[in-house]
């Protein structure tokens, strides 16, 4: 009777050995179950993006001023009576700090003030 608990013992510590480092043990079900949580979330944000889609189309469908705002919006189309302005912002530039910690504009006021005084 003891060789066969003897065995049964040994039996189970090759079997949960085998579980827990070999393909299709524990470890790569843990893996698996972290993609799938991966998947659901971008699942998720598919059907978000497919009912907003759906919500856009169904606006397209039934009101005339929803297409004709998307075609000024996308396509910078205009009525025949209007004029189209395009207004180009500039990038400004940061003025030049100096190491005395004033930047150039400071520096040549207050030079300018001490020699007119």
Do not use: C, W
């Given at each position: 009777?003891?060789?066969?608990?003897?065995?049964?013992?040994?039996?189970?510590?090759?079997?949960?050995?085998?579980?827990?480092?070999?393909?299709?043990?524990?470890?790569?079900?843990?893996?698996?179950?972290?993609?799938?949580?991966?998947?659901?979330?971008?699942?998720?944000?598919?059907?978000?993006?497919?009912?907003?889609?759906?919500?856009?189309?169904?606006?397209?469908?039934?009101?005339?001023?929803?297409?004709?705002?998307?075609?000024?919006?996308?396509?910078?189309?205009?009525?025949?009576?209007?004029?189209?302005?395009?207004?180009?912002?500039?990038?400004s530039?940061?003025?030049?700090?100096?190491?005395?910690?004033?930047?150039?504009?400071?520096?040549?006021i207050?030079?300018?003030?001490q020699?007119?005084q």
């Open positions: 009777m003891k060789k066969l608990y003897l065995a049964l013992a040994i039996l189970i510590v090759i079997l949960q050995a085998r579980l827990l480092s070999s393909e299709g043990g524990l470890g790569e079900l843990f893996s698996l179950q972290e993609q799938l949580k991966i998947q659901e979330h971008a699942l998720e944000q598919q059907r978000l993006l497919n009912i907003k889609l759906a919500e856009e189309v169904k606006s397209l469908q039934t009101n005339p001023q929803s297409i004709e705002t998307l075609a000024r919006q996308t396509l910078g189309m205009v009525k025949e009576d209007e004029v189209f302005i395009q207004v180009i912002e500039l990038k530039e940061q003025p030049a700090v100096l190491e005395d910690g004033l930047n150039d504009n400071e520096g040549s207050s030079e300018s003030n020699t007119s």
